[in-house]
Nanobody, 118 residues
């Protein structure tokens, strides 16, 4: 099982980024995939997740209305479109496979850094 994030970078407040999570080594469409972030000096914060058949998406209140999660099962990839970015969105963003659909993440990527600053 492998998960590889990409798309992070430096962006000004109010800007946008799209993160990608490319998965391999398992039947991708059978699993929820989630995004979790860790800001400097803070703990892990769950951000969003999406189920395997793309019928359910969930968001943390802190990103609702600004972030959109999606997936392309043909490409084994999950995306996180982040708009109206704020300095408090600065974090290392991880994607992870959810073993049960209840937030039990068993495999994680290496993370991609998002920095929101003027």
């Amino acid at each position: 099982v492998q998960l590889v994030e990409s798309g992070g970078g430096l962006v000004q407040p109010g800007g946008s980024l799209r993160l990608s999570c490319a998965a391999s080594g398992f039947t991708f469409s059978n699993y929820y995939i989630g995004w979790v972030r860790q800001a400097p000096g803070k703990g892990l914060e769950w951000v969003s997740d999406i189920n395997g058949d793309v019928t359910r998406t969930n968001y943390a209140d802190s990103v609702k209305g600004r972030f959109t999660i999606s997936r392309d099962n043909a490409k084994n990839t999950v995306y996180l479109q982040m708009n109206s970015l704020k300095p408090e969105d600065t974090a290392l963003y991880y994607c992870a496979r959810d073993l049960t659909g209840w937030g039990e993440y068993d495999y994680w990527g290496q993370g991609t850094q998002v920095t929101v600053s003027s």
